[in-house]
């Protein structure tokens, strides 16, 4: 300062901005007293969480990654008579995809196409629908499987299953039947025994990690198997019947062909085939119409072989005898003014034949006039005594009763017709039945696939006295003079019945003479029946049509075959 210069007081501060400094000094003060006071109540927390509350946090953090998971229960294996699997589970795996999070849907399908061996445009078609969840590829072979899943492909997922293997393929593939999606029975023995060879799944109770890997177990319930199925089916027997047949359906150019094999006894089924076949192992090229098991779904017209029936209720009836003569006026006979004619397969003069004579000649005229004696309402009673016209009780899905005509039917033609077995239909279960009934002395089994409570059910239907006598006219069928002669079986003796008939052309509703059905059935060795074979040929074309020269050569082979395998002498 200048000397001399006069001295200044200190400038004053306004009055206002003193009060504004207290203000902001007691704010801060009272924000640094809430901040300490959450500090503390927030350390209190901690402690509080990290002592007192530390296994209940814990618990819900598990129960926030907690996850359950189905353990597989292995399906019971349906096994042949030996023991063999005919069907049994292996390992396989789910693909699965979240189509949302894959960024470049086309070269994920080619790389998973070229693992799986799948093609890539329907694997493409699958994951261009977006979505979260959807299904790539069912019970992929685990080494197919291992190739995808060593891509590392973001979104694609890969689960453990079972898939049904038959280590025979073809093999009594639609006796066996199919498995669905989530491994449910959904046709033959499958369905017919799912509840049985259906397991229990497991349960498992798991924690994970972010990522979805498992990192700790809480509970575990294994799975418990399901129950084997053991079939009365012979396998071998059951492959020579279906190469058999195959040879046969070759040979004649024929629609198909079906079999059975039978112990006449008691019902067991030693072999039941269809041809042609199909491959259960191969899902993506089935046929819907190769899945049938014919023998038991499907029916037919029978022709001669039902003519056992009126000769049965002929005899036990008290109408007829063995030795009862017939006068057959030629090789046919017209009736209703010339609207129906009546024939004979083979051409003849007037001839004089006894019932033996009759069927074992399968003379249709014959036959209808042994069935006038019987009567309708007998014959109609006789009918559903074989249990023609209801199930045998089999033990497999979707059986086919096939059609009786009802009494207001057999007017005019009927009795001429339907005991010829023409205009009734039946399947080749009930057909291996009915004469199963004659070779064990009058009793009609319950046929079936596996023994069980079910299989003993058996009902006399005639004497013994009967049953005999039809037997030895059956043996003079396969003889020199019958018309079964192609069925003998080299050191046996064999009784059985040809059968052809007509079949309705689908287009036109009539009868059509170029289509056929032929068959044999019969039995052996006739003297103690230990075996029936039932063979029907549809609609062969090439050669003869003939069930005595289609069906009888393949009972025959078959025949000799398990009589063989089973050591059953003459």
């Known amino acids: 300062m200048a000397q001399g210069a006069p001295r200044r007081p200190p400038a004053r501060r306004p009055r206002g901005s003193r009060v504004a400094s207290r203000t902001r000094t007691r704010r801060i003060r009272a924000l640094t007293g809430v901040a300490v006071l959450l500090m503390g109540l927030l350390g209190a927390r901690a402690a509080f969480l990290g002592t007192v509350r530390a296994d209940d946090l814990a618990d819900r953090g598990r129960q926030a990654q907690r996850a359950e998971v189905d353990l597989l229960a292995q399906r019971g294996a349906i096994l042949a008579a030996d023991g063999t699997d005919l069907s049994t589970d292996q390992l396989a795996v789910d693909v699965t995809a979240s189509p949302m999070v894959i960024v470049d849907p086309g070269g994920v399908a080619a790389q998973l196409g070229a693992a799986l061996k799948r093609d890539p445009n329907e694997i493409a078609n699958i994951l261009a ?83 979805g890997r498992p990192i ?70 089935i046929n819907p119409e190769l899945e049938r098991n014919r023998p038991v779904v499907d029916t037919f017209e029978p022709g001669s072989t039902f003519k056992i029936v009126p000769m049965v209720a002929a005899l036990e009836d008290g109408k007829v005898t063995p030795g009862t003569t017939f006068h057959i006026p030629g090789d046919k006979i017209v009736l209703y003014d010339g609207k129906f004619t009546l024939r004979d397969a083979h051409e003849h003069g007037p001839q004089t034949l006894t019932a033996t004579q009759i069927l074992e ?41 096939g059609y009786l005509p009802p009494g207001d039917k057999w007017f005019g033609t009927g009795i001429y017709t339907f005991p010829i077995g023409q205009g009734i239909t039946t399947n080749l279960t009930q057909m291996a039945r009915a004469y199963a009934a004659i070779a064990n002395g009058g009793d009609l089994v319950t046929p079936h696939l596996v023994a069980g409570p079910q299989a003993a059910a058996t009902r006399r239907i005639m ?108």
């Open 129 to 211: 629908k977006g979505g979260g969840y959807a299904v790539i590829a069912r019970s992929v072979p685990p080494a197919a499987a291992d190739r995808a899943r060593a891509l590392g492909l973001p979104g694609i997922y890969f689960s453990d299953t079972y898939k049904r293997f038959l280590p025979g393929r073809f093999q009594a593939s639609q006796v066996i039947g199919l498995t669905g999606d989530v491994h449910e029975g959904i046709s033959g023995l499958e369905k017919q025994y799912d509840e049985t060879l259906t397991g229990t799944p497991g349960r498992r109770v798991e924690v994970r990690d972010l990522f």
């Open 361 to 401: 000649e399968s003379s249709n005229i014959g036959i209808s006039q042994i069935s006038l004696k019987v009567g309708r309402e007998r014959l109609e009673a006789w009918m559903k005594r074989f249990g023609f016209g209801a199930s045998t009780g089999i033990d497999f899905p979707g059986e086919a009763a």
């Open 463 to 570: 004497s013994a006295r009967t049953a005999a006598q039809v037997d030895r006219m059956l043996r003079k069928v396969v003889s020199e003079a019958g018309t079964g002669t192609l069925a003998e079986v080299e050191g046996y003796d064999v009784a059985g019945k040809t059968g052809t008939a007509e079949k309705i052309d689908p287009g036109t509703g009539l009868y059509n003479h170029l289509l056929y059905t032929s068959s044999f059935v019969g039995y052996a060795p006739a003297d103690d029946p230990q075996l029936l074979v039932a063979v029907v040929v549809d609609e062969p074309t090439a050669g003869s049509y003939y069930g005595g020269d289609v069906a009888a050569p393949a009972f025959a082979e078959i025949t000799e075959f398990a009589l063989q395998r089973m050591r059953i002498r003459p």
């Open 216 to 285: 700790q177990v809480l509970s575990d319930r294994e799975a418990i198997e399901g129950t084997d199925v053991r079939t009365t089916l012979d396998p071998a027997i059951q492959d020579f019947t279906e190469k058999t047949l195959a040879a046969t359906r070759e040979q004649y150019g024929a629609k198909s062909a079906m079999a059975i094999v039978m112990n006449p006894q008691d019902g067991a089924i030693l072999a039941m085939a269809t041809v042609p076949r199909f491959d259960p192992n191969d899902r993506r090229v």
